[in-house]
């Protein structure tokens, strides 16, 4: 039996060493300009947890190296993309989608047949700074490769110039999501790019904030994710004074919203 334990505690270590040599070779190196690194699963929830297991995968790398984690509940053809943080100063939307991922594991039959792909914080870098920028002071929603990108210091010297914003384009390259929602704040409001009228009225009504048409803008996720690629994409917009919420007050306010957009 001891040996049985110390080989036990062998395969653990073992197993811990292998997982770190993972994260140490799934892309550590992201060129400028290159292609974001092969994503691999790291960890995986144990499967009698929920019916669709939650797996994290590390998609890149932030500037300053953080990694940018996508996770992925369930495997059907339906794919919803819901991101938060890619303006990192904008705290409430991060927490929102982290809760919305716990009400998932909760949830699992609600998601038969569907993918959902969330990734909370699109810009770890600029939450870790506060800041609305990555750390290169690129506003990443200006990064993306649409025709009307600008040039300008904040917009990235090319299209997808930054390691987060490739981390975006890769997942809708890959996934080829249904549907985009990105969570903003703070101008309480529900946005909408593309055909997405009728999801952006339903999502409003799930949770009492305006449709408001805000304009299109240059570089942006929308305007790429609408005219590049043909996805209708709703920005849901927070209040300011969201950021003072807890998690659960947030989901009270806005998780029906979220639950429109998947459903
Ligand atoms: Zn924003």
């Given at each position: 039996m001891?040996?049985?334990?110390?080989?036990?505690?062998?395969?653990?270590a073992?197993?811990?060493?292998?997982?770190?040599?993972?994260?140490?070779?799934?892309?550590?190196?992201?060129?400028?300009?290159?292609?974001?690194?092969?994503?691999?699963?790291?960890t995986?929830?144990?499967?009698?947890?929920?019916?669709?297991?939650?797996?994290?995968?590390?998609?890149?790398?932030?500037?300053?190296k953080?990694?940018?984690m996508?996770?992925?509940?369930?495997?059907?053809e339906?794919v919803?993309?819901?991101?938060?943080?890619?303006?990192?100063?904008?705290?409430?939307?991060?927490?929102?989608?982290?809760?919305?991922?716990?009400?998932?594991?909760?949830?699992?039959n609600?998601?038969?047949?569907?993918?959902?792909?969330?990734?909370?914080?699109?810009?770890?870098?600029?939450?870790?700074?506060?800041?609305?920028?990555?750390?290169?002071?690129?506003?990443?929603?200006?990064?993306f490769?649409?025709?009307?990108?600008?040039?300008?210091?904040?917009s990235?010297?090319?299209?997808?110039?930054?390691p987060?914003?490739?981390?975006?384009?890769?997942?809708?390259?890959?996934?080829?999501p249904?549907?985009v929602?990105?969570?903003?704040?703070?101008?309480?409001?529900?946005?909408?790019?593309?055909?997405?009228?009728d999801?952006?009225?339903?999502?409003?009504?799930a949770?009492?904030?305006?449709?408001?048409q805000?304009?299109?803008?240059?570089?942006?996720l929308?305007?790429?994710?609408?005219?590049?690629?043909?996805?209708?994409?709703?920005?849901?917009?927070l209040?300011?004074s969201?950021s003072?919420?807890s998690?659960e007050?947030?989901w009270?306010?806005?998780?029906k919203a979220?639950?429109?957009?998947?459903?």
């Amino acid at each position: 039996m001891q040996r049985q334990g110390a080989d036990k505690g062998r395969n653990r270590a073992a197993a811990a060493m292998l997982l770190t040599a993972l994260a140490l070779a799934s892309g550590c190196q992201v060129p400028d300009g290159g292609p974001v690194a092969p994503p691999r699963v790291l960890t995986d929830r144990p499967a009698e947890s929920a019916a669709l297991p939650r797996q994290y995968r590390i998609m890149g790398w932030s500037v300053e190296k953080r990694p940018v984690m996508l996770q992925v509940f369930g495997d059907g053809e339906d794919v919803t993309f819901i991101l938060a943080g890619i303006h990192g100063d904008e705290s409430a939307g991060i927490t929102l989608v982290r809760r919305l991922g716990d009400y998932l594991d909760r949830h699992a039959n609600g998601v038969h047949g569907k993918t959902i792909l969330l990734l909370p914080v699109a810009n770890p870098d600029g939450q870790a700074r506060v800041s609305r920028e990555n750390a290169r002071s690129v506003d990443l929603n200006r990064n993306f490769p649409a025709d009307n990108r600008a040039v300008s210091p904040d917009s990235g010297r090319w299209a997808l110039s930054e390691p987060e914003t490739r981390v975006i384009h890769q997942i809708i390259r890959e996934y080829r999501p249904k549907r985009v929602v990105s969570v903003h704040q703070p101008l309480g409001c529900v946005d909408y790019d593309g055909p997405a009228a009728d999801l952006a009225d339903r999502m409003a009504q799930a949770c009492g904030l305006p449709v408001k048409q805000l304009g299109t803008r240059p570089g942006s996720l929308g305007s790429y994710s609408s005219q590049i690629r043909g996805i209708p994409i709703v920005t849901l917009e927070l209040l300011d004074s969201d950021s003072g919420l807890s998690d659960e007050q947030l989901w009270a306010r806005y998780g029906k919203a979220l639950l429109v957009a998947i459903q």
